[in-house]
């Protein structure tokens, strides 16, 4: 066999290999619906083993999706009203004055005859900062235990010390800055700081508002409770829209504001494959295939649209009650959904995307055949040029 003959018989047999197996061997932008679905159980020499669940989007499912059980501030924490009256603590700044009743007595000046005045009754004692033990000094009465206890409170008992010693002595007590009633307000804040707690009560929304607002939208804006070894993150937009998760907030409460873009992946056979922010709160899978700029026609496969998700095992369980993926926190899930339906355009419209989701269009067969097809014929052409300056020679 002469040369050119030998390459045209390689050339046809490396055609035909590519024929055969040319849709596992060419460059591809993902699985296609056959391996998604194969994919989902594995063979293993103790069994099957399960990688995730596939969950076909219907009515029912869409419905159950849209009672996803969420972090809930109001569940956690509940939204019991403080305190009426804020107590005093150690750390909080106090001022004492004292008044009596005449002059010439421990906090009264003397009595000047060639005036009109009858001089000062009253003292102020410079501010005192509540100690470890809990207590002030005060002048003629000595410690005073005061954390824990109302401001009221603790001027009956400096006034019960100095009957005897102070003429009649009336005292006010005031808290100056009441660190231990206050929250920390820190992250997105516009002005992040301590915030003092009033008397009537305070919540997250009145107090976000005191430390100047947020600086990012809200959303994109998360807020995290701090609260006695218990941490809760939910959207400030769930807040905002659901008054009962605005509850009350409770003395040395962390409140946290974390800025966090909203964002879901598109890749696949679709017109824009990369990272895409939701723009607007609520996105719907319809939304969202618009904003990829739809499924590719030559390319996509629009019985192979998927959402791979992890959701938490509660709503698995309603879902697929008997999967054994159950044992974990957060369970792998690719729900699917058949483009060539009517009614999944209806679906897409009530399906709700969820931070960091992959949607992912699988390739149509053709496409695939498609590649088989442009290679061949590649390769074919030089094969018939060959040919033809084979024949020539003879």
Do not use: H
């Amino acid at each position: 066999m002469t040369r050119a003959a030998c390459r045209i018989a390689t050339l046809s047999t490396l055609a035909a290999a590519l024929a055969v197996s040319g849709c596992s061997v060419l460059p591809t932008s993902g699985p296609t619906s056959r391996a998604i679905e194969a994919g989902a159980d594995i063979a293993t020499a103790e069994g099957t083993f399960a990688r995730y669940e596939i969950i076909d989007i219907d009515p029912a499912i869409v419905e159950a999706l849209r009672t996803r059980p969420l972090d809930s501030l109001l569940v956690t924490f509940g939204d019991n009203r403080p305190a009426a009256e804020p107590l005093i603590g150690v750390g909080d700044a106090v001022s004492v004055q004292v008044w009596e009743a005449g002059s010439g007595g421990l906090f009264s000046g003397p009595l000047v005859a060639d005036r009109f005045s009858a001089g000062s009754k009253s003292a102020t004692i410079p501010e005192q900062i509540v100690g470890p033990d809990g207590a002030i000094s005060v002048p003629y009465a000595g410690r005073i235990k005061v954390a824990g206890r109302r401001t009221q409170d603790v001027q009956s008992l400096i006034e019960t010390e100095l009957a005897g010693k102070a003429i009649q002595p009336q005292v006010l007590v005031t808290v100056t800055r009441p660190v231990s009633q206050s929250v920390t307000v820190t992250g997105e804040a516009a002005g992040g700081s301590r915030v003092p707690l009033t008397g009537r009560g305070d919540r997250l929304l009145d107090v976000i508002a005191l430390a100047g607002g947020v600086r990012s939208p809200v959303a994109e804006t998360f807020v995290r409770l701090s609260r006695a070894g218990r941490t809760v993150t939910v959207p400030m937009s769930t807040i905002v829209s659901n008054p009962r998760e605005n509850i009350f907030v409770r003395a040395n409460d962390t409140l946290t504001l974390v800025r966090d873009p909203q964002t879901f992946l598109a890749v696949g056979a679709v017109g824009n494959t990369t990272e895409i922010p939701f723009g607007a709160e609520g996105l719907t899978m319809a939304q969202a295939l618009a904003r990829a700029s739809g499924l590719t026609d030559n390319r996509a496969n629009p019985e192979g649209v998927y959402i791979f998700r992890y959701e938490p095992a509660p709503l698995v369980r309603r879902l697929r009650p008997t999967s054994p993926l159950l044992g974990t926190p957060l369970v792998p899930v690719v729900y699917r959904i058949n483009m060539r339906d009517p009614q999944s355009l209806f679906l897409t419209q009530t399906f709700r995307m969820r931070n960091r989701d992959l949607l992912y269009v699988s390739s149509a067969p053709f496409s695939e055949v498609a590649k088989v097809l442009s290679v061949v014929s590649t390769v074919a052409s030089p094969v018939g040029s060959a040919a033809g300056i084979y024949r020539l020679s003879q």
